[in-house]
């Protein structure tokens, strides 16, 4: 019923900027919030963005993250971005594109199968 591809990972040097794509599909996509996580080697998978359904917008960023990551998306596209710069090591890791579907659908989490990201210093 929902599927999630995440596209735009790559190798960058420490400093560059990355464009991720999540192309998103499914009845319930306009209606739910969606989300990059991400998970590194060796470390837990950990929130990065969340940005909610259309209407009033509302984002979380990690700390982490704040001030270089922006999320956003484009409802006519299905399509959730995460513009990435003043990019660090440290963001190396697997991002995933996830949807929150509404609780009244249930409240399940899809996951895309994850794009590699790599941060070279």
């Known amino acids: 019923q929902v599927q999630l591809a995440e596209s735009g990972g790559a190798l960058v040097q420490a400093g560059g900027s990355l464009r991720l794509s999540c192309a998103a599909s499914?009845?319930?996509?306009?209606?739910?919030?969606m989300g990059w996580y991400r998970q590194a080697p060796g470390n837990q998978r950990e929130l990065v963005a969340v940005?909610?359904?259309?209407?009033?917008?509302?984002?979380a960023y990690a700390d982490s993250v704040k001030g270089r990551f922006t999320i956003s998306r484009d409802n006519a596209k299905n399509t959730v971005y995460l513009q990435m710069n003043t990019l660090k090591v440290e963001d190396t890791a697997v991002y995933y594109c996830?949807?929150?579907?509404?609780?009244?659908?249930?409240?399940?989490?899809?996951w895309g199968q994850g794009t590699q990201v790599t941060v070279s210093s």
């Open positions: 996830n949807l929150k579907a509404p609780r009244w659908y249930g409240g399940r989490d899809y």
């Open positions: 499914g009845s319930i996509v306009s209606i739910s919030a």
């Open positions: 940005i909610s359904s259309g209407g009033s917008t509302n984002y």
